[in-house]
């Protein structure tokens, strides 16, 4: 079984400022996706960054990217240029390619807090 | 176009009772998943169904069943309630096949008494 850990229950970030959030994950499997959600308090989970396995390239969202490192099996969200807006729980999951449906298994989450 | 709505948005039962919660998916998705999440962690699943059947399961007791009716909207059911269940409930909608995003709903926070 696929397991997801995030090492950081909290982040702070000054506003305009980047910050990284890590994330690590378990799986024998080749091929795989990789996400990163975030819940603001709304409750409402937002899909902010998908990242295909079998891609070398690091995917990137305007001011939200990632550092994919497959060996190692990092999955790392950078949040450039923070506003306020940013605040949230950002959750890392991950997704077999292999089985017939989209289940995702997700970390414990991060709360970034951003000041003004 | 209304997105995953789900209802109620709160739900407050005594243990021992019954509980139904509804989702209606995202226009145009015949897959609906749910999750529980109790408070301060992440997402787990629980099962997902496609085609008015359970097509995949976590690890949840038989206490836990649902269903989906041919439009595409599900329930989901819990027997026996604990006070080990109270969390916040999220239905995601997608399209068939591990290639299409989730949309989720705002869920609904269930608290046992």
């Known amino acids: 079984a696929q397991t997801v850990t995030q090492s950081q229950p909290e982040m702070s970030v000054q506003e305009a400022e980047t910050v990284t959030l890590s994330c690590t994950y378990d799986t024998s499997e080749s091929d795989y996706y990789l996400f990163w959600y975030k819940q603001p308090p709304s409750r409402q989970m937002i899909l902010v960054i998908r990242?295909?396995?079998?891609?070398?390239q690091n995917a990137t969202e305007n001011r939200f990217s990632v550092n994919f490192q497959k060996a190692a099996k990092s999955f790392s969200l950078k949040i450039s240029d923070s506003q306020l807006g940013d605040a949230a729980m950002y959750f890392c999951?991950?997704?077999?390619?292999?089985?017939?449906?989209?289940?995702?298994?997700f970390g414990g989450g991060t709360r970034l807090m951003v000041k003004p | 176009d209304a997105g995953v709505t789900q209802s109620p948005t709160h739900l407050i039962k005594t243990r021992g009772q019954q509980v139904t919660l509804r989702c209606s998916p995202k226009?145009?998705?015949?897959?609906v998943s749910w999750y529980q999440q109790a408070l301060g962690q992440g997402p787990q699943f629980i099962f997902q169904y496609y085609e008015e059947e359970e097509r995949q399961r976590g690890n949840f007791p038989d206490r836990f069943s649902g269903h989906q009716f041919p439009n595409y909207s599900s329930e989901l059911n819990v027997n026996a309630l604990l006070l080990g269940d109270s969390a916040l409930y999220l239905c995601?909608?997608?399209?068939?096949?591990?290639?299409?995003?989730?949309?989720f709903g705002i869920g609904t926070r269930l608290t046992g008494t």
């Open positions: 226009s145009g998705h015949d897959t």
């Open positions: 999951a991950y997704r077999s390619i292999n089985n017939a449906g989209n289940m995702l298994t």
């Open positions: 995601a909608s997608s399209l068939e096949g591990p290639n299409s995003p989730l949309h």
């Open positions: 990242q295909e396995a079998y891609k070398q």
